[in-house]
């Protein structure tokens, strides 16, 4: 494994130069993920706006996969972008990926509602979604690498920290700007027209962005390869079409960016559409905590990028990995009691019981109904019965079906016979299912705390990634191969975490199980880190 930067190169920057490279770097990236997250911010509401509005628990799903699709695009991205970036230069390329990421972000603002011209909306959507996930695909390889290739290695976690830190600012300044506009209008004008504000207001950021970037001269890495004509000629055949370096890219997904990505995406971002969709706390309290706790747990990023630096990055990971398994199901069963103790004691004291066989057509959910909301699935009063209940954060089990009845529903000895969605509530209102949670009972100081924690956990993996990653791939054709397994495990393994977190608490009828898709990932990812990672990559040869 490889190393990048000699220690007599790193030692021509001083600190002020390295404070300037990490500044300019992080404040175009914190813009550049405000971009990508202000949609996902947004998801929950935005669902009813351009998706077909007859069915909200569809409707959120098609957005989350409109959110997916934007990871899905990530590789091909890094791959684009970090065969530029390994050719051309590294300035010059993430120049490219913040216009691309400001430009389409401008855009989603000025979509027009599925009201006005049906599917077109959701499909502009799309579109914008994708041109999103290329620009990150080949943002985050070219930060981090300009950082690292400026900075000495006892110094590299440290600085690189600042790079991981951006993804969770740029969350919490789109939450930021949302409350804000929010507060400067009606809630009816909100919906109206206010949530296109903050995609527009991207075009300040863009601006400001491109001015500071554009002020940055080449790594010097790239610089020194450049003149001793030693850059790749094709990075994308020395990437993949070489073991050497295939072998390198199956370790880093298998052994850390794949349970990273699980990991950082349930503590920073399935957690917010698990407050406002299960817990049923209200959308401006919920951005508040979430922008609180992630403003407080933010600098662990640096600490323990800091931290690997002196003790070594591969069992920080790792205990990260090991944290995030043993403790995101019990700190989510925390989260509910917190948010909504009125739902967890009807939960507990009226269990609800759907009357179907879960195993007949008749009952059956398919991964292409997540995606569509026009699928036929969503015609069958079995499934629409369970989505009513998992969108109202309500468990469910099976029981008998009743004769006669595609689906019925019981409650405290009350039965719902068919799919009667006002029936559904007036039977679960009184039973004790509240509608949304009171927020006089919400303990806002243990969600904040709980929030600080899944942020530290997350971040005990994300800190110090950079850093190894930076550390294991040859320089000539880094921006490639660190690329494509950081967005494989943050686009593919992270991105589809919130729709399938969504499609499994469906399909067992139980909110939590989505919880199971980040357990199993990291837990896996734990197993072979500990096997086959090196704690600290070779330092000492360059590409």
Same mark, same amino acid.
């Given at each position: 494994?490889?190393?990048?930067?000699?220690?007599?190169?790193?030692?021509?920057?001083?600190?002020?130069?390295?404070?300037?490279?990490?500044?300019?770097?992080?404040?175009?990236?914190?813009?550049?993920?405000?971009?990508?997250?202000?949609?996902?911010?947004?998801?929950?509401?935005?669902?009813?706006?351009?998706?077909?509005?007859?069915?909200?628990?569809?409707?959120?799903?098609?957005?989350?996969?409109?959110?997916?699709?934007?990871?899905?695009? %990530? !590789?091909?991205?890094?791959?684009?972008? @970090? %065969?530029?970036?390994?050719? #051309?230069?590294?300035?010059?390329?993430?120049?490219?990926?913040?216009?691309?990421m400001g430009g389409s972000t &401008?855009?989603?603002?000025?979509?027009?509602? *599925? =009201?006005?011209?049906?599917?077109?909306?959701?499909?502009?959507?799309?579109?914008?979604?994708?041109?999103?996930?290329?620009?990150?695909?080949?943002?985050?390889?070219?930060?981090?690498?300009?950082?690292?290739?400026?900075?000495? !290695?006892?110094?590299?976690?440290?600085?690189?920290?600042?790079? +991981?830190?951006?993804?969770?600012?740029?969350?919490?300044?789109?939450?930021?700007?949302?409350?804000?506009?929010? =507060?400067?209008m009606s809630e009816s004008a909100?919906?109206?027209?206010?949530?296109?504000?903050?995609?527009?207001?991207?075009?300040?950021?863009?601006?400001?962005?491109? *001015?500071?970037?554009?002020?940055?001269?080449?790594? !010097?890495?790239?610089?020194?390869?450049?003149?001793? %004509? %030693?850059?790749?000629?094709?990075?994308?055949?020395?990437?993949?079409?070489?073991?050497?370096?295939?072998?390198?890219?199956?370790?880093?997904?298998?052994?850390?960016? =794949?349970?990273?990505?699980?990991?950082?995406?349930?503590?920073?971002?399935?957690?917010?559409?698990?407050?406002? +969709?299960?817990?049923?706390?209200?959308? +401006?309290?919920?951005?508040?905590?979430?922008?609180?706790?992630?403003?407080?747990? /933010?600098?662990?990023?640096?600490?323990?990028?800091?931290?690997?630096?002196?003790?070594?990055?591969?069992?920080?990971?790792?205990?990260?990995?090991?944290?995030? /398994?043993?403790?995101?199901?019990?700190?989510? &069963?925390?989260?509910?009691? /917190?948010?909504? !103790?009125?739902?967890?004691?009807?939960?507990?004291?009226?269990?609800?019981? #759907?009357?179907?066989?879960?195993?007949?057509?008749?009952?059956?959910?398919?991964?292409?109904?997540?995606?569509?909301?026009?699928?036929?699935?969503?015609?069958?009063?079995?499934?629409?019965?369970?989505?009513?209940?998992?969108?109202?954060?309500?468990?469910?089990?099976?029981?008998?079906?009743?004769?006669?009845?595609?689906?019925?529903?019981?409650?405290?000895?009350?039965? #719902?016979?068919?799919?009667?969605?006002? @029936?559904?509530?007036?039977?679960?209102?009184? /039973?004790? *299912?509240?509608?949304?949670?009171?927020?006089?009972?919400?303990?806002?100081?243990?969600?904040?705390?709980?929030?600080? &924690?899944?942020?530290?956990?997350?971040?005990?993996?994300?800190?110090?990634? =950079?850093?190894?990653? #930076?550390?294991?791939?040859?320089?000539?054709?880094?921006?490639?191969?660190?690329?494509?397994?950081?967005?494989?495990? &943050?686009?593919?393994?992270?991105?589809?975490?919130?729709?399938?977190?969504?499609?499994?608490?469906?399909?067992?009828?139980?909110?939590?199980?989505?919880?199971?898709?980040?357990?199993?990932?990291?837990?896996?990812?734990?197993?072979?880190?500990?096997?086959?990672?090196?704690?600290?990559?070779?330092?000492?040869?360059?590409?």
């Amino acid at each position: 494994m490889d190393a990048t930067i000699r220690p007599a190169t790193a030692q021509d920057f001083t600190r002020s130069e390295e404070r300037q490279v990490v500044l300019a770097s992080t404040l175009g990236t914190v813009f550049e993920w405000y971009d990508f997250f202000i949609y996902g911010s947004l998801a929950v509401f935005m669902s009813s706006v351009l998706f077909p509005p007859d069915n909200p628990t569809a409707a959120l799903l098609a957005s989350l996969g409109a959110l997916a699709a934007g990871f899905v695009i %990530r !590789p091909i991205g890094a791959i684009l972008f @970090g %065969r530029i970036g390994d050719m #051309v230069g590294r300035k010059y390329t993430f120049l490219i990926t913040i216009v691309m990421m400001g430009g389409s972000t &401008a855009l989603i603002g000025f979509l027009p509602s *599925y =009201a006005s011209v049906g599917h077109a909306a959701w499909i502009s959507l799309l579109i914008l979604r994708l041109v999103q996930g290329l620009a990150v695909g080949g943002e985050y390889g070219g930060a981090v690498i300009y950082v690292a290739e400026h900075s000495r !290695p006892d110094r590299r976690g440290l600085l690189t920290g600042w790079i +991981q830190i951006t993804s969770s600012i740029g969350l919490a300044l789109s939450i930021v700007v949302i409350l804000c506009t929010q =507060a400067l209008m009606s809630e009816s004008a909100f919906k109206a027209w206010g949530w296109r504000i903050p995609f527009i207001v991207s075009i300040a950021m863009l601006a400001f962005s491109i *001015y500071v970037r554009a002020k940055l001269h080449e790594s !010097p890495v790239f610089a020194r390869m450049k003149a001793e %004509r %030693r850059l790749s000629k094709s990075p994308i055949a020395d990437t993949f079409g070489r073991w050497s370096s295939l072998r390198l890219i199956l370790i880093a997904l298998f052994g850390v960016t =794949a349970g990273m990505g699980a990991s950082y995406f349930t503590g920073q971002f399935y957690v917010m559409i698990f407050m406002q +969709q299960v817990v049923k706390i209200d959308l +401006q309290t919920s951005y508040l905590l979430m922008a609180v706790g992630l403003l407080i747990g /933010a600098p662990s990023f640096i600490f323990f990028g800091w931290l690997s630096d002196r003790l070594g990055r591969k069992w920080l990971m790792m205990a990260g990995l090991l944290l995030a /398994a043993l403790c995101y199901r019990p700190m989510f &069963a925390m989260l509910m009691e /917190a948010g909504n !103790p009125q739902l967890v004691a009807a939960t507990s004291g009226a269990p609800v019981t #759907v009357h179907a066989d879960s195993r007949s057509d008749a009952c059956s959910f398919g991964l292409a109904a997540s995606l569509l909301n026009t699928h036929r699935d969503h015609a069958k009063p079995c499934v629409q019965a369970k989505k009513l209940l998992i969108a109202s954060g309500i468990n469910f089990s099976y029981g008998p079906p009743l004769a006669g009845e595609a689906v019925a529903i019981s409650v405290q000895g009350k039965t #719902v016979a068919g799919f009667d969605p006002a @029936g559904y509530r007036k039977a679960l209102a009184e /039973a004790g *299912y509240p509608a949304a949670a009171d927020p006089a009972r919400v303990s806002s100081t243990l969600i904040v705390l709980l929030l600080v &924690a899944m942020t530290v956990i997350a971040a005990m993996v994300y800190g110090p990634v =950079a850093s190894f990653l #930076v550390e294991v791939f040859p320089a000539n054709i880094r921006y490639t191969a660190l690329s494509f397994p950081y967005h494989i495990g &943050a686009g593919i393994f992270g991105g589809f975490l919130p729709f399938f977190a969504t499609y499994l608490s469906l399909a067992v009828g139980d909110v939590f199980a989505g919880l199971w898709y980040p357990v199993v990932i990291t837990s896996v990812t734990l197993i072979i880190g500990t096997l086959v990672l090196p704690n600290r990559p070779q330092l000492d040869r360059e590409g």
